[in-house]
């Protein structure tokens, strides 16, 4: 019974650690970049998109085609910090239970 019952109080400690770091996460703001920083973009940790950055010079009429793939390699660069930071943040919080490998969290 006693083991029940430490059991029910590491799901609770478990639950809270789990909500505290989804709100980090969702704070979290991340900045991906392209074009050796011509175009930088901002992201949050759930993914909204938060600002753009683009060097006046790319924006000509002749280099749009450009400014569109840069847009996009930005979007991914900063989706990709923020997957990793909440990788490491879940990871931190998992240490130590039995979780499937390349099972994500939180669901």
Do not use: C, Y
């Amino acid at each position: 019974m006693r083991d029940i019952m430490g059991m029910m109080g590491k799901v609770k400690e478990m639950q809270a650690k789990m909500e505290k770091m989804q709100e980090e996460i969702a704070a979290l703001e991340v900045e991906g970049t392209s074009g050796g920083g011509l175009v930088a973009v901002k992201m949050s940790g759930k993914g909204s998109l938060l600002g753009v950055k683009i060097d006046p010079s790319l924006l000509k009429e002749d280099e749009i085609e450009i400014l569109e793939d840069l847009l996009v390699a930005a979007h991914n660069d900063a989706k990709q910090r923020a997957e990793a930071v909440t990788a490491e943040k879940t990871r931190d919080l998992t240490a130590g239970l039995p979780i499937p490998p390349g099972m994500k969290l939180p669901f």
